[in-house]
Nanobody
Framework: QVQLVESGGGLVQAGGSLRLSCAASGRTFSARAMGWFRQAPGKEREFVAYITWSYGTSYYADSVKGRFTISRDIAKNTGYLQMNSLKLEDTAVYYC?????????????????WGQGTQVTVSS
């Protein structure tokens, strides 16, 4: 079993920055990738970014490309999401998840373990 715990959410003004962390614990974290997703009230959960755990290859949703940066620290079993130039529409609960396998890294159904989520609120 893998446990994922997010932290770093909060309230920030538009244009500001936040860094989210996702700490993995439990059995040896052997996921192939870590993803970040978000869900705003009344909307479906949407893909934000992923990073492959061994190679560090990353991919971003168009809506966050150039503003968000995903990274990971293998030694600490921790992933990060640096969010800059935040917009009102970035307001959501952000989840990290561990990907074990499947055809698509942007499909949340292919992620086996999820954190509890952390709220990010961007104000004007």
């Amino acid at each position: 079993q893998v446990q994922l715990v997010e932290s770093g959410g909060g309230l920030v003004q538009a244009g500001g920055s936040l860094r989210l962390s996702c700490a993995a614990s439990g059995r040896t974290f052997s996921a192939r990738a870590m993803g970040w997703f978000r869900q705003a009230p009344g909307k479906e959960r949407e893909f934000v970014a992923y990073i492959t755990w061994s190679y560090g290859t990353s991919y971003y949703a168009d809506s966050v490309k150039g503003r968000f940066t995903i990274s990971r620290d293998i030694a600490k079993n921790t992933g990060y999401l640096q969010m800059n130039s935040l917009k009102l529409e970035d307001t959501a609960v952000y989840y990290c998840a561990a990907f074990a396998g499947g055809s698509s890294l942007i499909n949340p159904a292919n992620y086996d373990y999820w954190g509890q989520g952390t709220q990010v609120t961007v104000s004007s």
